[in-house]
């Protein structure tokens, strides 16, 4: 099994909460990361109908049953059973007796704060970081490779390839969980709605230009979106708001959680495909903000990543702050370098006040180069 970063974050804090949640999409690996960190907890899956009839016909027998050391995996499947739980906890105060997973965040989420507010740290896995995927000696040799395979687990675990797993995963995605969370009726209409969006990463949010392409409404769109981001299949990043006496735009830009993913729906076939396609940059981008993602929920922190883009067009592709101090991150897929990479970061760094320290650019090749107006990172720069 390949280590996960973030068991050490679960392990301290199930001493210190009476409940930890653990949620992330679909194969991000879960399941498997709660019974190797906890391997004496009792492991309930209430997918299990007959687990799930008990829980939901006999809660208190059900907490009787299983009253402390329990992983309940898929609990947003027994809504009803957090009160009971809440109840339970506060009655015995005893840190690390359950453990929530699941992968509808609304839904768990929406529980979560309900019943269990303050009595539950809330933890989010995504599929591999590039650094798990070292450490297991399985990440891809190329930036191409890495981009079309994408991280889940599943295809290291079992060796498939990406057709082998992707488009299965995107029907199970669409025809199972999307009903849970909204009625949508026309299920092709929503799939093509997603294979529209992965055209559209690293591009501003355009609610009008995907209701016309999909023959909706803007606030079906608006709805549907709200699905791709509860369920881990997108993100949206925020413009930054500090106005630097220049007008910022106001749209987010649109991100998916897994490239591979990605790669899938924009029916790219091959690694190979990729050297010629439009979205190869914008895929390399979107890999890159996703380690910045996995990096801070994998210790168990918040993310404040935004962008900035100014009305003439000057941009940064990625803000990350810490402690209220911004550093900005331009990304390039390509591997040579060149001095205008810098020019919409040296422009941000005029306007902002910010130093060259940080300032960076994090390209496709294989050289860390130190310049006068920041620093030139590889990808190894940022595991």
């Known amino acids: 099994m390949i280590h996960r970063t973030l068991q050490s974050s679960l392990e301290r804090l199930a001493t210190k909460y009476p409940v930890i949640t653990l949620t992330g999409p679909r194969q991000s690996g879960k399941s498997t990361l709660l019974k190797h960190a906890f391997p004496d907890y009792k492991y309930i899956s209430l997918e299990d109908l007959d687990m799930r009839e008990f829980a939901t016909t006999d809660p208190r027998g059900f907490l009787n049953t299983f009253s402390s050391h329990v992983i309940l995996d898929e609990a947003?499947?027994?809504?009803?059973?957090?009160?009971?739980?809440?109840?339970?906890?506060?009655?015995?105060?005893?840190?690390?007796?359950?453990?929530?997973?699941?992968?509808?965040?609304?839904?768990?989420?929406?529980s979560v704060n309900?019943?269990?507010?303050?009595?539950?740290?809330?933890l989010k896995l995504l599929p591999f970081s590039r650094n798990e995927m070292k450490d297991g000696a399985v990440l891809p040799a190329s930036i191409n490779e890495q981009i079309y395979y994408g991280?889940?687990?599943?295809?290291?675990?079992k060796g498939l390839a990406p057709n082998e797993f992707y488009p299965y995963y995107v029907q199970t995605y669409v025809e199972r969980d999307v009903r849970q969370l909204?009625?949508?009726?026309?299920l092709s209409r929503f799939t093509r709605f997603i294979k529209l969006c992965a055209g559209r990463i690293g591009q501003l949010l355009n609610l009008s230009s995907l209701a016309v392409e999909c023959g909706?409404?803007?606030?079906?769109?608006?709805?549907?979106?709200?699905?791709?981001?509860?369920?881990?299949?997108?993100?949206?990043?925020?413009?930054d708001w500090n106005n630097f006496a220049k007008r910022l735009?106001?749209?987010?830009?649109?991100?998916?959680?897994?490239?591979?993913?990605?790669?899938?729906?924009?029916?790219?076939?091959?690694?190979?495909?990729?050297?010629?396609?439009?979205?190869?940059?914008?895929?390399?981008?979107?890999?890159?903000?996703?380690?910045?993602?996995?990096?801070?929920w994998n210790q168990g922190q918040e993310t404040d990543l935004r962008f900035w883009r100014d009305s003439q067009g000057n941009e940064v592709d990625l803000l990350v702050y810490d402690a209220g101090q911004p550093s900005a991150y331009e990304i390039k897929s390509g591997e040579?370098?060149?001095?205008?990479?810098?020019?919409g970061l040296t422009k941000w760094g005029t306007?902002?006040?910010?130093?060259?320290?940080?300032?960076?650019?994090?390209?496709?090749?294989?050289?860390?180069?130190?310049?006068?107006?920041?620093?030139?990172?590889?990808?190894?720069?940022?595991?």
């Open 76 to 110: 947003q499947r027994v809504s009803s059973l957090f009160s009971y739980i809440q109840t339970h906890v506060d009655n015995t105060d005893e840190s690390g007796m359950f453990i929530l997973a699941g992968s509808h965040n609304f839904l768990l989420m929406e």
């Open 114 to 122: 309900q019943s269990l507010a303050g009595r539950t740290a809330i």
């Open 249 to 296: 735009v106001k749209n987010p830009k649109l991100y998916f959680y897994d490239t591979g993913l990605a790669c899938s729906l924009l029916d790219i076939k091959s690694p190979e495909q990729l050297d010629l396609h439009f979205s190869r940059g914008a895929l390399f981008e979107n890999m890159v903000i996703n380690e910045f993602i996995k990096k801070a």
């Open 151 to 157: 991280a889940y687990p599943r295809l290291y675990d």
């Open 336 to 343: 040579t370098f060149h001095p205008d990479f810098f020019k």
């Open 216 to 239: 909706v409404s803007v606030p079906t769109i608006t709805s549907w979106l709200s699905v791709l981001e509860a369920s881990y299949i997108c993100y949206l990043l925020r413009p």
């Open 182 to 186: 909204k009625n949508i009726g026309d």
């Open 351 to 383: 306007i902002s006040g910010t130093d060259a320290s940080h300032l960076n650019v994090i390209y496709g090749g294989q050289q860390p180069i130190a310049t006068a107006n920041g620093q030139l990172m590889t990808l190894n720069d940022i595991d």
